[in-house]
């Protein structure tokens, strides 16, 4: 069975960093483009960053510049640098892996607490 663990999520003042790592020891990881999306209480599920099988990177426009996305081939594992926290920073962070390159599989973590208070 596929697992996806997400770590590094704890308490942080606005304006501080925190960087969430994703360990996928259980899939061709050089094969899956990876993500990290974040669920807020009472909100959906939001899309902040992806990274494709080749490092190329997107972010939704409310983390761009202030968090970027990376990914380790050789350690099966993306990463979440996250700057300049805000309040609203404040959810659930999960980790995605998807691929169509042998057959489409997709997987998620099982979610790490983000808040962002004083």
């Known amino acids: 069975q596929v697992q996806l663990v997400e770590s590094g999520g704890g308490l942080v003042q606005p304006g501080g960093s925190l960087t969430l790592s994703c360990a996928a020891p259980?899939?061709?990881?050089?094969?899956?483009?990876m993500a990290w999306h974040r669920q807020a209480p009472g909100k959906q599920r939001e899309l902040l960053a992806g990274i494709s099988r080749g490092g190329i990177t997107n972010y939704a426009d409310s983390v761009k510049g202030r968090f970027t996305i990376s990914r380790d081939n050789a350690k099966n594992t993306v990463y979440l640098q996250m700057n300049n926290l805000k309040p609203e920073d404040t959810a659930v962070y999960y980790c995605y892996a998807s691929t169509t390159s042998i057959g489409r599989y997709d997987y998620w973590g099982q979610g790490t607490q983000v808040t962002v208070s004083s």
């Open positions: 259980g899939i061709r990881f050089s094969l899956y483009a």
